[in-house]
């Protein structure tokens, strides 16, 4: 592959990553999130101080950056407790933009310059670029894909089926919703972590506009047009939206119109997304797949 194919699909699997921790919160708690870029950027971000300023290998930041991500996810959760659909959209579509703005002025994080320097990946002694670095992208999807399946076959994916479906009803069974919300949170904000921190060494330079709120915009989209709530759905979407801006390149200024145009589309036509339940790409391959198992 060329080497622009592979930063293409580098990017693609990177998002990915982020687009599947967004679709725990979401698809699986049902939790509003239109700030998903700022935990991505939280992720870049660490991962970039602790390897410019204090001199850690990736391999040693990485459980940090997981652990801050969560950590911050989860105080950043904590309003979702109190506050449900528009009000929780609202809130976190502030935290992106008081996360970007604190990357973009305080001079600790780089200020408007970013920050640049970022070393790459060492693996047993190699430096990490192109095909090698997106295979270590594609391990880290299949692991956050093996957690998500994972989630859908545990208890605590009923608990957070119960929550988004009726949280009255759950907390009557005895379902606490604050415990299941943060429990979302903090997994699926560890995901943006882990995804910002591959970008942040892929990059090697990072700014706070890499995080803005067309990214969440973005994101939301790339999850909605796949499927909430399935496994693959991230996937597809990530894969389709990352595909579409390279082939369509003279509209790539119009981009946050094609994705504000295809959220409404999409909600209003297909609210479960390509590989939702009730999705026109399900109801054609059903009966292809009963004619295979028959």
Same mark, same amino acid.
């Given at each position: 592959?060329?080497?622009?194919?592979?930063t293409?699909?580098?990017?693609?699997?990177?998002?990915? $990553?982020?687009?599947?921790?967004?679709?725990?919160?979401?698809?699986?708690?049902?939790?509003?999130?239109?700030?998903h870029?700022?935990?991505?950027?939280i992720?870049?971000?660490?991962?970039?101080?602790?390897?410019t300023?204090?001199?850690l290998?990736?391999?040693?930041?990485?459980?940090?950056? !997981?652990?801050?991500?969560?950590? $911050?996810?989860?105080? *950043?959760?904590?309003?979702? !407790? @109190?506050?449900?659909?528009?009000?929780?959209a $609202?809130?976190?579509?502030g935290?992106?933009? !008081?996360?970007?703005?604190v990357?973009r002025?305080?001079?600790?994080?780089?200020?408007?310059l970013?920050?640049?320097?970022?070393?790459?990946? +060492?693996?047993?002694?190699?430096?990490?670029k192109?095909?090698?670095?997106?295979?270590l992208?594609?391990?880290f999807?299949?692991l956050?894909?093996?957690v998500?399946?994972?989630?859908?076959?545990?208890?605590?994916? *009923?608990?957070?089926?119960?929550?988004?479906? /009726? /949280?009255?009803?759950?907390?009557?069974?005895?379902i606490?919703?604050?415990?299941?919300?943060l429990?979302?949170? +903090?997994?699926?904000?560890?995901?943006a972590?882990?995804?910002?921190?591959? =970008?942040?060494?892929? &990059?090697?330079? !990072?700014?706070?506009?890499?995080f803005?709120?067309?990214?969440? +915009?973005?994101?939301?989209? &790339?999850?909605?047009?796949?499927?909430?709530?399935?496994?693959?759905g991230?996937v597809?979407?990530?894969?389709i939206?990352g595909? *579409?801006?390279?082939?369509?390149?003279p509209? +790539?200024?119009?981009?946050?119109?094609? =994705?504000?145009?295809?959220?409404?589309?999409?909600?209003?036509?297909q609210?479960?997304?390509?590989?939702?339940?009730e999705?026109?790409? @399900? @109801?054609? *391959?059903?009966?292809?797949? @009963?004619?295979?198992?028959a």
């Amino acid at each position: 592959m060329s080497s622009y194919t592979i930063t293409i699909g580098t990017i693609i699997v990177i998002q990915a $990553i982020a687009v599947c921790g967004l679709n725990v919160i979401v698809g699986y708690a049902g939790q509003i999130s239109l700030g998903h870029a700022a935990f991505f950027g939280i992720g870049a971000y660490t991962a970039a101080m602790l390897s410019t300023k204090a001199g850690l290998s990736f391999w040693t930041a990485l459980p940090l950056v !997981i652990a801050i991500g969560g950590f $911050i996810g989860f105080l *950043l959760g904590l309003p979702s !407790i @109190r506050v449900r659909e528009d009000f929780l959209a $609202i809130t976190t579509i502030g935290i992106n933009f !008081i996360v970007e703005a604190v990357f973009r002025y305080v001079p600790f994080f780089g200020g408007a310059l970013g920050i640049g320097g970022i070393p790459r990946i +060492v693996f047993f002694g190699e430096r990490l670029k192109g095909m090698t670095f997106l295979l270590l992208c594609l391990v880290f999807l299949f692991l956050v894909l093996l957690v998500c399946w994972w989630l859908t076959r545990c208890w605590a994916s *009923l608990a957070c089926y119960a929550v988004r479906d /009726e /949280e009255s009803a759950a907390s009557t069974m005895g379902i606490s919703h604050v415990r299941f919300k943060l429990l979302a949170f +903090v997994i699926g904000t560890s995901m943006a972590a882990l995804a910002g921190s591959l =970008y942040a060494h892929y &990059m090697q330079f !990072i700014n706070a506009g890499d995080f803005s709120f067309p990214v969440s +915009v973005g994101f939301l989209s &790339m999850l909605v047009l796949g499927g909430m709530g399935t496994i693959w759905g991230p996937v597809i979407g990530t894969l389709i939206l990352g595909v *579409l801006p390279e082939i369509f390149r003279p509209l +790539v200024d119009y981009r946050i119109l094609f =994705y504000t145009l295809l959220l409404l589309l999409m909600i209003r036509f297909q609210p479960g997304g390509l590989l939702g339940e009730e999705s026109a790409m @399900r @109801r054609v *391959l059903a009966p292809i797949l @009963r004619r295979g198992k028959a």
